[in-house]
Antibody, heavy 119, light 107 residues
Framework: EVQLVESGGDLVQPGGSLRLSCAAS????????MSWVRQAPGKGLEWVSS????????YVADSVKGRFTISRVNSRDTVYLQMNSLRGEDTAIYYC????????????WGQGTLVTVSS | EIVLTQSPATLSLSPGERATLSCRAS??????LAWYQQKPGQAPRLLIY???NRATGIPARFSGSGSGADFTLTISSLEPEDFAVYYC?????????FGGGTKVEIK
């Protein structure tokens, strides 16, 4: 059974940093790209970042470019999202997803972790 | 950036009725379009990929059609568990983008 378990969400002040983690199980992690997608309270879905299976290629949305970094450690079956210089508009549930490719659709989503940016 | 416009924003229907949801792209995305279902408090779930292919375990009452810039998700006969929000997503060009969603509610 595929499982994606996100962690690391918290209340943080504007300008602060957080690192989200997503632990994967139930599939061969090294065969799949991974993505982060967020959803602000009561709003729709927004793609944030993707990384290819090997970890050598990464992509981020313009809204977070220069502030967020995606990475993965295949030996740990884990993908990360390092978030710096956080803003109020980054407040959202952050979902980790198993993707068909780094520019493809998301096959399976985790349950998400809540990031709240507020003073 | 490719903009996806979903319509209607809300669809009020009764169980057993047919639901037709639209997703229009600001430029052609070929067949690189996916549909997701999201229920309150839950993560999205993949329903349809590449415009018309049902994901694993998705019931046959869900079908997708279209290509280029106009796409449709059809639920042939609504079951109680189908009342949810539905999103389309294009994966033709980066950045990957989602539509604003269509809420299918019980009439």
């Amino acid at each position: 059974e595929v499982q994606l378990v996100e962690s690391g969400g918290d209340l943080v002040q504007p300008g602060g940093s957080l690192r989200l983690s997503c632990a994967a199980s139930g599939f061969t992690f090294t065969n799949y790209a991974m993505s982060w997608v967020r959803q602000a309270p009561g709003k729709g879905l927004e793609w944030v970042s993707s990384i290819n299976a090997g970890g050598g290629s990464t992509y981020v949305a313009d809204s977070v470019k220069g502030r967020f970094t995606i990475s993965r450690v295949n030996s740990r079956d884990t993908v990360y999202l390092q978030m710096n210089s956080l803003r109020g508009e980054d407040t959202a549930i952050y979902y980790c997803a198993k993707a068909i490719s780094s520019s493809g659709y998301n096959l399976y989503w985790g349950q998400g972790t809540l990031v709240t940016v507020s003073s | 950036e490719i903009v996806l416009t979903q319509s209607p924003a809300t669809l009020s229907l009764s169980p057993g009725e047919r639901a037709t949801l639209s997703c229009r792209a600001s430029q052609s995305v070929s067949s690189y379009l996916a549909w997701y279902q999201q229920k309150p408090g839950q993560a999205p779930r993949l329903l349809i990929y590449d415009a018309s292919n049902r994901a694993t375990g998705i019931p046959a009452r869900f079908s997708g059609s279209g290509s280029g810039a106009d796409f449709t998700l059809t639920i042939s006969s609504l079951e109680p568990e189908d009342f949810a929000v539905y999103y389309c997503q294009q994966h033709s060009n980066r950045p990957l983008t989602f539509g604003g969603g269509t809420k299918v509610e019980i009439k």
